[in-house]
């Protein structure tokens, strides 16, 4: 595959994923809005608080099996044997259900544990539910964990058009039947809410997994837990990595919910929500091709190191201008996205918005340590970067407020980048070429100085400011991507096949 083929595969597949997860943020926004303005700042902290447990629950005995078995899948696909494909794909969704039944017990015996964490101040006076609400709930971990299972045999298998439409069906109807749960029982439904929008996403996944063509294996149950047990190793410490960051996510929380109040932890909530969603969609749609091929390529360190530096220019291009423009109007955007009670965010996301460069660079490179499947060095950084996270955002919190998290954000990225790009060339001699090092730190710049202008002359100055910026940005994105794609002769060669 020649370099421009090779950029118009990266460009192809975000256009895929791009236009599912922009679909995906006007459904969250629609939620987002239910939930703002049907439940207020004090919803939006609920709905958060009951989901992080459950979230780290799922995690923690979910052992990776969703991550792992992607590669798993991706790795045999190219040995072109059916039956070792078909034994792999048998083995991840059993490991699914095993990890999904261990969640759901685990959420059950801890039930009210975690209903005393989550209600310790018994002040959601709306509130009427008790410790068999996440009972009720535990039901979710072994949807996920089984909707996860079906999703990994997918993005294994690279069926990327079948992976798109489950995200997309599983967004649509997951909002048609929960926001009436809101509007009809308010705080109440949340967790109805959540326990529907987990079996509308399980049924999706399985409905299109099931499109894939795997030859009849017979594999009895004993030979699919061992064979997946160097699967749950890997996925284990990639899981761990995660964990821990899910766990200082729910201490963050919770250090909000008993040091200041519940409207504290509906605006963080819904702060770091509209960057990771709306700014982090570039990351999910890019990733979802990305790591597959990654896979393939590991025994390649020439072939890896221009996949990766393709990965991280078409991201720079392509988040460098939106973070321009969502910082511009950022105002505007939280009043859209949530309501006028949420404006106090402004501060803090701004800064989550800059630190968003950085994690778009260390991003691509984590997923070279994992598709290498150098488990103990991912776990190793995640650690580290995580309980930095802890450590400077309840410093930043004490010390400056919201907006001290935000600048948290900024410092700890730019730091696990630098980590990460010491990781990767010391260990897989990568290193990133001139050219990206050039767009990078023109991009920066740019965004730098929105941020700069919103920070000393706020607005309205910024809205005219941050349009320039943009067109910039969006100008200097265009050319280069026209440079490696050749952006007329793809729309065109789309459109014939098209016909």
Not at 98 to 110: E, N, P, Q, R
Not at 193 to 203: E, H, I, R, T
Not at 441 to 451: G, N, P, W
Not at 468 to 490: C, H, P, Q, T
Request: net charge positive; hydrophobic share 50%.
């Amino acid at each position: 595959m020649d370099t421009k083929s090779s950029y118009r595969q990266v460009v192809k597949s975000f256009g895929l994923f791009g236009g599912v997860q922009v679909f995906d943020i006007i459904i969250g926004l629609v939620r987002s809005k239910a939930l703002a303005e049907l439940l207020g700042t004090v919803g939006v902290g609920l709905n958060n608080l009951i989901q992080q447990p459950l979230n780290l629950i799922g995690t923690a005995t979910g052992l990776g099996v969703n991550f792992a078995g992607v590669r798993n899948i991706a790795a045999v696909q190219g040995e072109n044997d059916a039956e070792k494909i078909g034994r792999t794909v048998v083995t991840v969704k059993r490991w699914a259900w095993l990890t999904g039944i261990a969640g759901m017990l685990a959420v059950i015996f801890l039930s009210p544990l975690l209903y005393k964490l989550t209600f310790g101040k018994e002040d959601f006076v709306n509130y009427s539910g008790d410790y068999k609400d996440f009972i009720f709930l535990s039901v979710i971990l072994l949807f996920t964990a089984v909707s996860g299972g079906q999703t990994a045999i997918l993005r294994g298998s690279r069926k990327l058009k079948d992976t798109a439409k489950t995200g997309l069906f599983g967004s649509f109807f997951s909002l048609m039947l929960t926001v009436p749960l809101y509007w009809f029982y308010g705080i109440n439904g949340i967790v109805p809410a959540l326990v529907v929008a987990s079996a509308v996403n399980l049924f999706f996944s399985c409905y299109y997994s099931k499109r894939v063509k795997i030859a009849p294996v017979s594999v009895s149950y004993r030979q699919s837990f061992y064979e997946g047990m160097d699967m749950a190793g890997l996925g284990f410490l990639f899981s761990a990595g995660n964990l821990t960051g899910m766990l200082v996510s729910y201490l963050i929380i919770l250090f909000l919910n008993h040091y200041s109040d519940k409207s504290e932890v509906g605006l963080y909530t819904a702060g770091a929500n509209m960057t990771y969603r709306y700014v982090g969609l570039v990351f999910t749609a890019i990733s979802v091709d990305y790591f597959p091929r990654l896979v393939g390529l590991q025994s390649n360190r020439e072939k890896m190191a221009e996949a990766v530096n393709q990965q991280s220019e078409i991201a720079i291009l392509i988040v460098a201008p939106l973070m321009i423009l969502y910082t511009s109007f950022l105002p505007f955007a939280v009043k859209v996205l949530n309501s006028a009670e949420f404006l106090p965010a402004v501060e803090f996301i701004r800064w989550f918005i800059l630190g968003m460069l950085f994690r778009a660079v260390s991003w691509a490179l984590g997923f070279v340590v994992l598709a290498a499947g150098d488990k103990k060095i991912f776990f190793k950084a995640e650690t580290a970067s995580n309980l930095l996270f802890l450590a400077f955002n309840t410093g930043g919190y004490l010390l400056f407020g919201l907006e001290g998290m935000g600048i948290a954000f900024v410092v700890v990225y730019a730091v696990y980048f630098a980590m990460m790009l010491t990781v990767a060339r010391k260990r897989y001699g990568f290193v990133f070429c001139k050219t990206f090092k050039k767009m990078f730190l023109c991009q920066f710049s740019l965004c730098l100085l929105c941020f700069l202008t919103v920070y000393w002359k706020g607005y309205p100055f910024a809205y005219a400011g941050g349009t320039v910026l943009f067109a910039v940005s969006a100008i200097y994105s265009v050319r280069k991507l026209n440079e490696r794609i050749d952006i007329k002769g793809f729309v065109l060669t789309k459109i014939k096949r098209g016909k």
